[in-house]
């Protein structure tokens, strides 16, 4: 099950551009679906720290969380240095 998973989500390099996908609970009418943001760090449980250009995302995420964005749509340099909820960004 394990290998199945790797070949299904392959690792995600630092300083790639992902979007992560906002629950329906945490948001509202008019705030946005995904959050563009930029791969920060990885640990050792293969789980990923997620930064925006409001801040770096309280909670870790796994492969299966996030999609690759193709492009390069933010850098590293663009994050804000503050720790914010999900929810939080996706209000902004």
């Known amino acids: 099950m394990l290998k199945s998973s790797e070949k299904k989500f392959a690792p995600v390099p630092i300083g790639t551009s992902v979007r992560i996908a906002v ?6 009418r008019g705030n946005a679906r995904n959050i563009i943001g930029v791969v920060l760090a990885k640990t ?5 720290q997620i930064g925006t ?3 770096i995302l309280k909670q870790l995420y796994s492969r299966s969380q996030i999609n690759v964005c193709p492009r390069a749509l933010l850098d590293a340099e663009d994050v804000a240095s503050t720790e914010i909820a999900l929810r939080s960004v996706a209000n902004l």
Request: glycine residues 14%; hydrophobic residues 15%.
């Open 23 to 28: 629950p329906e609970v945490d948001r509202g």
């Open 44 to 48: 050792d449980d293969e789980l990923y």
């Open 53 to 55: 250009k409001n801040g």
